[in-house]
């Protein structure tokens, strides 16, 4: 890892900055093409990092590399991260007004995490459908010695509101993004296109990045623009497509996420019985790019044996509604092997189980694929990207009568709509 202390100057500055979208646009193309990270680290392309090993350039100060952004699956938990540029021990402190009376910090084996710079709290025992102020603090650790901690200066994020989610909600709504491919202005764009219309989370349905060489990346291109956009205040909740899984720091970059139930999971949101599979590669396992290091045939063999418990539950049974988000979506892929893997191993599932509705990404063609008796029962609705004029944002909203899901393209025009009752 190589810092460059002038350079790392100038972005601090602008980084202090209002932002705008040329900001934003340079400040991508800057870290995309010189690899100047959000923090004003300059970082070379394919060095080794661990997440817990970088270091910050010389005269930082401790500083947020990112605002906090929220990640839940549950309606009494809401898991808070951020990440800070210095080790430190982190705390949240929260409430029900902006009088924020509670204090959590993180525990492992009998130890407050601490000394670390990528943080995760956990709230817990919260209520559901209850609106939380909350703001993270962290304190650096100058020195970590046994009998001898040295704490240092104490920084606190503003202070961020959020409602906790209600499995017994009437109406729910949440917005969908997929490849996005490391255009971080996107995120802006997008979700700027729902205006002020209420909604719950934003579900990021796979290839937010085009592969994954270190952690800025990690930060910039994904993280820290949502964080400022919405992940402070609506929960995030994300699967990985096919490109987040390639490159070297592929395998890191999960600990920058909240997986509790692991990467596929279900959850419930009013409702709509969600279940999200994580689609993995697109080739076969065998292909010589992938140089042995891949097995999303088994991943996927898994999932397919898992998802056989989870048609089973009573909850997916009672639900009004029953959604899959997967990446790969089951058809009107173009037919690699891994592609079709997802079609032979799901489309029979879905098909027996009567699932209501698949929402995919990956093509970059968007499309609402009505059902086909006897290939695909169930709607397969696919979202564009990553290019200009072929980016969209699905807005979907459900009650006990009726899911309707709504495409916009980046234009902001209705470009495909589909209505389950
Ligand atoms: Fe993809």
């Known amino acids: 890892m190589a810092y460059e202390s002038a350079a790392q100057k100038t972005i601090l500055v602008m980084e202090n900055q209002k932002p705008t979208s040329n900001r934003r646009k340079f400040l991508t193309n800057a870290a995309k093409i010189a690899g100047v990270g959000a923090a004003g680290f300059i970082y070379i392309k394919g060095c080794d990092s661990e997440p817990s090993e970088v270091e910050p350039g010389p005269g930082n100060t401790h500083a947020f590399l990112t605002n906090p952004y929220l990640l839940t699956l549950e309606p009494e938990k809401v898991y808070v991260r951020w990440i800070s540029n210095l080790k430190s021990y982190s705390w949240v402190e929260f409430g029900e007004s902006e009088n924020l009376v509670h204090k959590t910090h993180a525990v492992t084996n009998g130890l407050v995490n601490a000394n670390t ?17 909350y703001r993270a603090a962290s304190k650096q650790i100058i020195q970590f010695q046994p009998y001898n901690v040295v704490y240092g200066e104490t920084i606190y994020s503003k202070v961020f509101q959020f409602k906790t989610m209600d499995e017994q909600a009437k109406e729910v ?30 579900f990021l349905n796979g290839d937010m990045y085009d592969d994954l060489e270190n952690e800025m990346q990690v930060i910039d291109l994904m993280l820290k ?64 790019v992938y140089a042995g290091l891949v097995d999303s045939e088994g991943f996927r063999k898994k999932q397919a044996m898992w998802l056989e418990t989870v048609f089973q539950s009573d909850a997916y049974k009672k639900a009004p509604f029953k959604v899959v988000k997967m990446h790969i979506p089951t058809h009107y892929t173009t037919g690699s092997i891994g592609e079709l893997h997802c079609r032979e191993l799901f489309t029979p599932l879905f098909n027996q189980y009567k699932v209501d509705l698949v929402i995919s990404g990956h093509t970059h063609v968007y499309g609402v694929h009505p059902p086909v008796k006897g290939k695909h029962n169930y709607p397969i609705i696919i979202g564009g990207g990553p290019a200009p004029g072929t980016r969209t944002l699905m ?19 209705e470009v495909g709509s589909y209505t389950v009752t």
């Open 117 to 133: 710079r990528i943080h995760e709290i956990e709230l817990s025992d919260l209520k559901p459908g209850t609106t939380y102020y």
């Open 395 to 413: 807005k979907i909203k459900a009650n006990s009568q009726q899911l309707h899901v709504q495409m916009l393209d980046d234009a902001g025009k």
């Open 225 to 288: 623009p949502c964080a400022e956009i919405f992940a402070a205040q609506k929960p995030m909740i994300f699967v990985r497509g096919n490109h987040d899984i390639r490159g070297q720091y592929a395998r890191e970059m999960l600990s920058y996420f909240s997986f509790p139930k692991g990467p596929y999971f279900t959850y419930q949101h009013g409702p709509v019985f969600v279940i999200v599979l994580d689609t993995g590669e697109d080739k076969e396992d065998a292909a010589a």
């Open 173 to 202: 709504s949440w917005l969908i993004l997929n490849d996005i491919h490391d255009v971080r202005e996107s995120y802006e764009h997008l979700i700027g296109l729902n205006k002020n219309e209420p909604y719950d989370h934003v």
